[in-house]
């Protein structure tokens, strides 16, 4: 079992940075690759970066590329999502995810296992 803790959300200015974080339990952390997802109201939940089991492989969305950085640190069973240059666009509930697996996974129905969501809202 694995338990995700997101955080680091808020209200920010469009242009403006925040970053998110999520706190994993569990010792078998570094088995999970690791994604973020975002849902906007309305929409459906979307793919937005993922990260393999140590770090060596990413995976972006096409709206978010050269702006967020997604990273982990298995040492301390966390994972992270740096936002920059973020547009209104950008607002939705963001999500955690880990799927039991090393290499990169985009689909969430492979994920096992989900955060229950930070907010993030982009004003213009």
């Known amino acids: 079992q694995v338990q995700l803790v997101e955080s680091g959300g808020g209200l920010v200015q469009a242009g403006g940075s925040l970053r998110l974080s999520c706190a994993a339990s569990?010792?078998?952390?570094?088995?999970?690759?690791m994604g973020w997802f975002r849902q906007a109201p309305g929409k459906e939940r979307e793919f937005v970066a993922t990260i393999t089991w140590n770090g060596g492989f990413t995976s972006y969305t096409d709206s978010v590329k050269d702006r967020f950085t997604i990273s982990r640190d298995n040492a301390k069973n966390m994972v992270y999502l740096q936002m920059n240059s973020l547009k209104p666009e950008d607002t939705a509930v963001y999500y955690c995810?880990?799927?039991?697996?090393?290499?990169?996974?985009?689909?969430?129905?492979?994920?096992?296992?989900w955060g229950q969501g930070t907010q993030v809202t982009v004003s213009s």
């Open positions: 569990g010792r078998t952390f570094s088995s999970y690759a």
């Open positions: 995810a880990a799927a039991l697996r090393r290499t990169i996974a985009t689909m969430s129905s492979i994920y096992d296992y």
